[in-house]
């Protein structure tokens, strides 16, 4: 089955630095990778994502990149604010299997 | 507005004492699924289901049991609830199948088995 991995499981950035948080999958049938963002005790909501037939994604501050060569995907956070600071989940489709696979997540903290 | 609501927020029971987590949403989504998330773990699914009367098992079902009889609701059943099963759990819905579509999550429900 899907195997999710995610790097790093903190990081900390100095506002107005970029951030980035790269995620590797296994299953090669995979096509639907989508990020969310879980602010402290608040339930996780989806920032972006990007379908396999497209290699980059971008909205405002926040990029997605897809490699499916390589089976990895990365979330690009530009000119971070100390609102960024929250726990980043990405995510792979399980290929035809009906489930959504969660990396286990970065904590990224934003220093004024 | 358009939500998902878990009730209860926050729970404290004992071992061995049957609980139902209720979920429902608003929005007509067919797909409708529960997490369980864990430090160093992240989001983990236990059940889901496509339709009404249709579930599956996730990744982690043991010790869980689900039901949909109707299309907004979505209950999640701890028969004889265990202390490995303390966590915070979410319940989700999505308008696509399969995961591949926004999962619009609930709030959370904290559930601490003694």
């Known amino acids: 089955g899907e195997n999710v991995e995610q790097h790093p499981s903190t990081l900390s950035v100095q506002e107005g630095d970029s951030a980035v948080i790269k995620c590797t999958y296994s299953?090669?049938?995979?096509?639907?990778f989508p990020w969310y963002k879980q602010e402290l005790g608040k339930r996780p909501q989806l920032i972006i994502d990007?379908?396999?037939?497209?290699g980059e994604k971008k909205d405002q501050r926040i990029a997605v990149t897809l490699n499916k060569t390589a089976k990895h995907f990365s979330l690009h956070i530009t000119e971070t604010q100390p609102g960024d600071s929250a726990v980043y989940f990405c995510a792979a489709d399980s290929g035809g299997y009906n489930k959504l696979i969660f990396g286990a997540g970065t904590r990224l903290a934003v220093h004024p | 507005e358009a939500q998902v609501t878990q009730n209860p927020r926050y729970l404290i029971t004992v071992t061995g004492k049957k609980l139902t987590v209720t979920c429902s949403q608003n929005m007509n989504h067919e797909y409708m699924s529960w997490y369980r998330q864990d430090p160093g773990l992240g989001l983990r699914q236990i059940y889901y289901s496509m339709n009404v009367e249709v579930t599956d098992k996730g990744d982690v079902p043991e010790g869980y049991k689900v039901s949909r009889k109707e299309k907004r609701n979505f209950p999640l059943i701890l028969e004889s609830p265990s202390p490995n099963q303390t966590s915070l759990y979410f319940c989700?819905?999505?308008?696509?199948?399969?995961?591949?579509?926004?999962?619009?999550f609930g709030e959370g429900s904290r559930l601490t088995v003694l």
């Open positions: 989700a819905s999505s308008s696509l199948q399969g995961g591949t579509g926004e999962l619009f």
């Open positions: 299953d090669s049938a995979s096509n639907y």
């Open positions: 990007i379908r396999s037939n497209v």
